[in-house]
């Protein structure tokens, strides 16, 4: 990529945000932000009790993501967030309007069996159908590209590279 770009790492719980958004700022050269560290604590309570989050809840979430997005405008930076509503996505593109989107895909049942073998996340299973069920796909007019989350944490970061890399030419 010629330009250091902020990229947001999105998808639904268990695509491996937290897992492939580090792979990808290294192959990158720049930062890393875990877009969950930004979460007050009341919606970090409410998730771990199977409780979705309302947008209201995610409004200053969003907020902090966008500042922290903002401040990299033009050095570069990768964060994860779920970004899954088209409203999200616009919220940080107001606070950020050079981000571009890595949206993280793939077959509900393997991401569930994905959630199921993590260790000390907050976000339960339970809640992947709701993920699912707001989720809002990139529109074509949004920067950013869907990559499939099948294979390994490393083969997932290399085409989010080559597919971010398209994105220059």
């Not at 979705?52 to 967030?81: E, N």
């Not at 509900?108 to 996340?121: C, F, K, T, V, W």
């Amino acid at each position: 990529m010629s330009t250091p770009h902020v990229v947001v790492v999105m998808g639904v719980a268990g695509t491996g945000k937290t897992t492939i958004g580090p792979l990808l700022a290294t192959e990158l050269g720049v930062p890393y932000a875990e877009g969950d560290d930004f979460h007050p604590p009341a919606n970090i309570a409410k998730m771990s009790a199977g409780t979705p989050l309302t947008d209201d809840d995610r409004w200053p979430w969003l907020d902090a993501i966008g500042a922290w997005a903002h401040s990299r405008a033009g050095l570069g930076g990768v964060v994860s967030s779920s970004a899954l509503k088209r409203s999200y996505r616009d919220r940080l593109r107001a606070a950020a309007p050079g981000v571009v989107f890595v949206h993280l895909t793939g077959d509900r049942a393997l991401i569930e069996d994905r959630m199921s073998h993590r260790q000390g996340h907050f976000m339960p299973t339970a809640l992947l159908d709701s993920q699912f069920a707001t989720l809002q796909p990139l529109g074509s007019d949004e920067a950013g590209v869907a990559v499939d989350v099948t294979g390994s944490p490393e083969e997932i970061s290399e085409r989010a590279f080559e597919a971010l890399g398209a994105l220059d030419r």
